[in-house]
């Protein structure tokens, strides 16, 4: 049982005040704190603070013993590669547009762009390894997100209420094939029109969704949430592209899982973010950076219907285990008001959001954590205790491997 010293990454849409309150710090920070990172990703690995008080990197850890500290399973699997990454994700301001590739998309991807030469820094390049990355987030705040194509039916009822002129025959074609291929054509236009026909279209969307507000309509939330990102995208394509998606707000507790193909984008609140340890993003809009239109239409999923919001499956008093299909991660929520038992054949990484935990393995020795501290626990260490410090109760979260 090892403390871990995160890094926090800075992106301009992230928030001055969420992480910076989580990890005891002066409040506001003096810059934008968007993610902070628990794992092994190359990018900016965790330092494990051993018990001799010398801080290694936990990328050096795992490639000197994988299966000590990974498993037995995990490493077969994985070699020495911790499969998961762990995040607190604070945004302020709407991420970009994006989807993420399948295995088999990436993989094939990555080979193509090596195959050609394309320098893995560069700016247009699309896969930077050939593994997916799905996601889970878990909402800490109330979470505002945009999320998997909606129901045709109610993308028309949405545009029909609009009313602007200029939509009309895009809502016609969502009229005439209501399904996901009708979702496909519909979406392939918005996000490949010319910018003339931009410069027309937008600006009448925009004017409709705030006489939409005005009136008080039914979809005030989603025309409220395309005027923000019009103000902060002008004349972005993805402002219409969002027109088609779910508008999300998930309450502290509740979590959603994105696939591969699946296009969202985080708009603002604090959440715990669990995903594949991989870099790899289709972006669709929201940004200055590089889109790559075709490419992204060959791993999007138009499946349409409502997000399913999870809430966790009770495994025991006070433990909540996220399922998805996704074999890189597993997230857990402890709710701790006594004693629970924390065991996996992986490795597992926890972070306490709420109170105070103390961590007691088969050999007696404890460990606390306190809010905002986060420890490191190989395979090779015994099964652990949890219980809360000095409080009526602890909130935890634990990221694992997850199985086949």
Not at 201 to 206: G, R, S, T
Not at 221 to 247: F, H, K, Q, W
Not at 253 to 270: C, W
Not at 309 to 316: D, K
Request: hydrophobic content about 45%.
């Amino acid at each position: 049982m090892d403390l871990l010293h995160n890094a926090v990454r800075p992106y301009a849409w992230g928030s001055r005040t969420a992480i910076a309150d989580l990890l005891g710090k002066e409040v506001p920070a003096p810059h934008p704190e968007a993610e902070l990172w628990m794992g092994a990703h190359p990018g900016d690995p965790s330092r494990v603070l051993g018990p001799d008080g010398v801080e290694r990197s936990l990328l050096e850890l795992l490639s000197a013993d994988p299966e000590g500290q990974l498993g037995q399973r995990v490493s077969e699997r994985w070699g020495s590669r911790l499969p998961f990454l762990l995040k607190v994700l604070a945004a302020e301001e709407a991420l970009s547009l994006q989807a993420h590739p399948s295995a088999a998309q990436a993989a094939e991807g990555f080979a193509a762009e090596e195959r050609a030469g394309v320098p893995l820094d560069a700016a247009v390049r699309n896969y930077k390894d050939p593994a997916a990355k799905p996601e889970l987030i878990c909402a800490l705040t109330d979470f505002h997100a945009l999320a998997g194509f909606r129901d045709p039916a109610r993308t028309v009822a949405l545009l029909s209420a609009l009313d602007a002129p200029a939509l009309a025959p895009y809502t016609q074609m969502l009229v005439a094939q209501p399904d996901s291929d009708g979702l496909r054509a519909l979406f392939t236009m918005l996000i490949t029109l010319p910018q003339t026909s931009l410069s027309v279209l937008l600006p009448q969307v925009l004017d409709a969704c705030v006489l939409h507000v005005k009136e008080h309509g039914e979809f005030d939330l989603e025309c409220r949430t395309i005027l923000e990102l019009g103000e902060s995208y002008p004349g972005d394509a993805g402002v219409l592209a969002a027109m088609l998606l779910n508008r999300i707000v998930l309450q502290p507790g509740e979590a959603i899982h994105l696939p591969a193909g699946n296009l969202h984008a985080y708009l603002r609140g604090t959440g715990i973010e669990i995903l594949a340890n991989s870099d790899n993003v289709l972006r669709c809009g929201l940004t200055p950076k590089h889109v790559d239109v075709p490419e992204l239409l060959r791993v999007l999923d138009f499946t349409c219907g409502d997000m399913d919001v999870m809430t966790g499956e009770e495994v025991s008093p006070g433990v909540r285990v996220y399922r998805t299909p996704a074999p890189e991660f597993e997230l857990s929520r402890l709710d701790v008001s006594a004693e629970a038992r924390i065991n996996h054949d992986g490795p597992q990484i926890v972070i306490c959001t709420a109170g105070a935990a103390v961590l007691t393995n088969a050999r007696g020795d404890e460990l606390r954590l306190a809010r905002g501290q986060s420890v490191w626990l190989p395979a090779s260490d015994p099964a652990v205790l949890v219980r809360p410090d000095g409080v009526e109760s602890a909130q935890l979260f634990r990221a694992t491997a997850g199985t086949d």
